[in-house]
T-cell receptor, first 112, second 117 residues
């Protein structure tokens, strides 16, 4: 069993739709949860960052963490064609090490 | 602010040849990471440096992979000899450092796409 599971998609939605991306994980010691966006042939770009459980909102993006269920989500409201990319969830333990464990990524296409 | 610089962007080599990748992290970032991203998968950590010391290299195939970060700034990752399964994107990332309270995470370069034929 992988430490972090993510539905690979691909996911295709019309412009303006609400998108829900999800990851589950097995290690309850993870404390920091991130979402990265990766455009084709580019490096991952940090999108959202959450510590422990709760919600965080940034513009059209909302990240949710439910540590009791070991489940994290990213919601994109009013999706745009420019949101078309692969979305990677990532998480890490607390402490100084800071290395990330990634999901496999979900490929999203927003159709105009 | 300049980002993480990597070179080359693309490399094609034959199996059993050697190859090296270079990374220049964001100025002032003490921590540097090398990740391997195989097509269709998320990045997997190969090695982490704190300044010029190795923090974690548990997933680095040490029989063929080596990395160094002389002077705590630039880093090189080498593969010798390469295998077909080494075909992947090699991503370098950097972050500020040890303080877990800082709301900073890793910033990634564009990666080097390696094809082993």
């Amino acid at each position: 069993q992988k430490e972090v599971e993510q539905d690979p998609g691909p996911l295709s939605v019309p412009e303006g739709a609400i998108v829900s991306l999800n990851c589950t994980y097995s290690n309850s010691a993870f404390q920091y949860f991130m979402w990265y966006r990766q455009y084709s042939r580019k490096g991952p770009e940090l999108l959202m960052y959450t510590y422990s459980s709760g919600n965080k909102e940034d513009g059209r993006f909302t990240a949710q963490v439910d540590k009791s269920s070991k489940y994290i989500s990213l919601f994109i409201r009013d999706s745009q064609p420019s949101d078309s990319a692969t979305y990677l969830c990532a998480m890490r333990f607390s402490g100084s090490a800071r290395q990330l464990t990634f999901g496999s990524g979900t490929q999203l296409t927003v159709l105009p | 602010e300049a980002g993480v610089a990597q070179s080359p962007r693309y490399k094609i080599i034959e199996k059993r040849q050697s190859v090296a990748f270079w990374c220049n992290p964001i100025s002032g970032h003490a921590t540097l990471y090398w990740y391997q991203q195989i097509l269709g998968q998320g990045p997997k950590l190969l090695i982490q440096f704190q300044n010029n010391g190795v923090v974690d290299d548990s997933q680095l195939p040490k029989d063929r992979f080596s990395a160094e970060r002389l002077k705590g700034v630039d880093s090189t990752l080498k593969i010798q000899p390469a295998k077909l399964e080494d075909s992947a994107v090699y991503l370098c990332a950097s972050s500020l450092g040890r303080d877990a309270k800082l709301n900073t995470e890793a910033f990634f370069g564009q990666g080097t796409r390696l094809t082993v034929v």
